[in-house]
């Protein structure tokens, strides 16, 4: 239990980097490049996810921390996809094109709502009706 505490725990400061890094390639301007294939950006984003796939695929310990990790938290990650209100946002300012904006956001929106009653089901472990 406490070896899969300590990959949770990499794995954390894996992420915090990663968003660091992103932040900051973003606000150093790497992945705004008018009129030229987003390379950086996709590198960034597809050798993250191949990364991932690689040590999930080769470290046993991996896969036991991360199935280690609660449904009711995976799950409630999604409670901050409320920031889809901005996609909204930005599509009544302009920001935005209304055809991504509106669907973009509410898809959010609803994710969000809908994550907090499996939220607290999962955490009291009540059991899902089913149509019978």
Do not use: C
Not at 8 to 34: E, H, K, N, R, Y
């Amino acid at each position: 239990m406490m070896k899969n505490n300590k990959i949770q725990l990499g794995l954390l400061a894996i992420i915090a980097v990663w968003f660091v890094a992103s932040i900051t390639m973003s606000l150093v301007g790497l992945f705004d490049q008018p009129g030229e294939p987003p390379v950086y950006f996709g590198l960034f984003l597809g050798g993250s996810i191949m990364s991932f796939l690689l040590v999930y695929a080769i470290s046993r310990s991996m896969r036991e921390a991360l199935f280690a990790i609660p449904l009711w938290l995976i799950v409630a990650m999604h409670l901050l996809r409320i920031v889809g209100i901005f996609f909204i946002i930005d599509a009544l300012t302009g920001m935005l094109p209304p055809l991504f904006g509106w669907p973009a956001g509410i898809g959010d929106i609803v994710a969000a709502i809908i994550s907090v009653p499996l939220v607290i089901a999962l955490k009291r472990r009540t059991p899902f009706k089913t149509a019978s």
